[in-house]
């Protein structure tokens, strides 16, 4: 869930029944490139607007009109045996899994930072894993950025960042490239506290982050490739171009010291991507289908 700010103000968690939402993710940067005024870029942050059968979906003040439609998977697991729900998003794609409040007080995942494959105009992609923002109106999330921005040809951008929403993001100045391993994680630490801690074992810098989050509902876990969100100065919000990232692969989902898939997770996909099937250890890949920016102007 990252937002982007050129005035961009966007984030990109999932509520299940609540408007995606823009977050801000790590510290604001100022980036070139996307248009509009301005040029932060943040990635991270709520979802716009989701809705259930048979039930509407709330609308957040400048919030980015996705849906996400809960519906029966067509495919069950070949590893697991188990039956996932399937959800679209606009912004989302991954696993999530959820219960009641106060149950999900922890969430890890593993990962290698993929490559930003750029082409004409502005792409973002967040990678990243987190608490809340499936179903609620706060998100607990640590990850990473790849996003392609500057003058063409767009030049790739590497990143990581924190974002404790509806507080602001704030990127991390540690060196971050292609084919990094990362290991992320959130956890709950009881009366409103939380511990996101990122670790890069490729170039060996660890990010410890405490922070507070009022309010936090504790509902949800999730490990999710995200197309950050923006906002411009009138409050008018939308899904920012997706990055091709090729593909990239999480490992070792774990929830509550769990694998997610014994959780049941949901699964999520958004436009341009598929999601792959989770495996019994958490684990599961992500796909970017899409056939670059140029999609976003019909040529």
């Known amino acids: 869930m990252r937002r982007k700010w050129p005035v961009l103000t966007a984030a990109i968690p999932l509520a299940f029944g609540w408007a995606l939402v823009a977050a801000h993710p790590a510290a604001a940067s100022v980036r070139d490139g996307f248009p509009g005024p301005g040029g932060q870029v943040q990635p991270g942050g709520l979802v716009s ?35 996932d729900t399937s959800v679209s998003s606009s912004n989302w794609a991954g696993y999530a899994a959820t219960g009641a409040s106060g149950s999900l007080t922890s969430v890890s995942a593993s990962w290698t930072q993929p490559t930003a494959n750029c082409v004409a105009g502005s792409q973002y992609g967040a990678f990243w894993v987190g608490l809340d923002g499936y179903a609620s109106k706060t998100v607990e999330q640590i990850g990473t950025e790849a996003d392609c921005t500057g003058p063409n040809p767009q030049t790739p951008k590497y990143y990581a960042w924190y974002e404790v929403y509806p507080g602001a993001g704030v990127n991390f100045t540690n060196p971050v490239s292609p084919g990094d391993k990362f290991t992320g994680t959130v956890t709950s630490q009881g009366n409103g506290t939380f511990q996101l801690v990122l670790k890069d074992t490729t170039q060996n810098w660890t990010q410890t982050i405490n922070a507070t989050e ?45 694998s997610m898939d014994t959780l049941n997770p949901v699964q999520i996909t958004m436009p341009d991507t598929s999601v792959g099937d989770m495996a019994s250890d958490g684990s599961f890949s992500v796909n970017y289908t899409g056939t670059g920016f140029a999609q976003w102007f019909g040529v």
Request: charged share 10%; aromatic share 2%.
């Open 49 to 83: 607007q989701l809705s259930q059968p048979g039930q509407p979906g709330d609308t957040l003040p400048g919030a980015p009109t996705g849906i996400v439609t809960p519906q029966a998977s067509s495919s069950q697991s070949a590893t697991s045996g188990s039956q």
């Open 214 to 258: 009022a309010g936090a509902d504790l509902s949800s876990a999730e490990a999710v490739v995200e197309a950050p969100s923006s906002t411009n100065g009138s409050g008018s919000s939308s899904v920012l171009p997706l990055t091709d990232f090729g593909s990239v692969g999480f490992t070792g989902v774990t929830v509550n010291g769990k």
